[in-house]
């Protein structure tokens, strides 16, 4: 499960701080990757939702340890 914002058209783990300050009136859910490139939509940089396993962000400092 990912967010995306409708105007950046970026897709995000949920609770990537970027993705949180999303207003709600933009942010969508999108069920998988797959679905989020068929909507036109582009992976976070921060959270870097494609590598490691799914879930919620967590500080690359953190994985890292």
Same mark, same amino acid.
């Given at each position: 499960?990912?967010?995306?914002?409708?105007?950046? !058209?970026?897709?995000?783990?949920? #609770?990537?701080? =970027?993705? @949180?300050?999303?207003? +709600?009136?933009?942010?969508?859910?999108?069920?998988?990757? !797959?679905?989020?490139?068929?909507? #036109?939509?582009? =992976?976070? @940089?921060?959270?870097? +939702?494609?590598?490691?396993?799914?879930?919620?962000?967590?500080?690359?400092?953190?994985?890292?340890?």
């Amino acid at each position: 499960m990912f967010n995306g914002c409708t105007t950046t !058209r970026i897709f995000c783990r949920p #609770g990537c701080p =970027p993705g @949180r300050r999303t207003k +709600p009136e933009h942010r969508v859910r999108l069920g998988s990757a !797959r679905q989020a490139f068929a909507a #036109g939509y582009r =992976p976070c @940089r921060v959270c870097e +939702p494609l590598r490691g396993a799914p879930g919620p962000w967590m500080a690359k400092r953190l994985r890292a340890a």
